[in-house]
């Protein structure tokens, strides 16, 4: 398999992913999912996709049978148009990473105080 064609498929998947959500998401908290990053594993057979909350908090967020449901939409959509063998397992992750960011600027800022 080539280098580049895992990070070609990664990039294809969150701007699609992201296209999808924006435009054909019914559950108004769908709309609310922003997608930061898509991992495959190596066989291409699974897709870690990471995303946040705009502007909520994560309970306001997908449970995670709901969000089961939503990726075999999602999967389902992306067959479709997708030019690959095989549309790899949607697996659908809250990052964390801007939350630990937060904490830390926020007590970085107390330091200084």
Sequence with gaps: MSSTRAPKIEDFLKKEISQI????????RYQFLNIVD??????LGVA????????????????????????????SKLSKFMQIRRVPKLIFKYD??????????????????
């Design 21 to 28: 959500i924006s435009s054909q998401a019914k559950d108004p």
């Design 48 to 75: 870690k996709v990471f995303y946040t909350i705009i502007d909520g908090d994560i309970s306001d967020s997908p449970n995670s049978k709901s969000l089961e449901k939503f990726s075999s939409m999602v999967r």
């Design 38 to 43: 898509v991992k495959c594993s190596p066989d």
């Design 96 to 113: 964390e990473s801007l939350e630990r960011y937060n904490n830390i600027d926020a007590l970085l800022k107390s330091l200084n105080d």
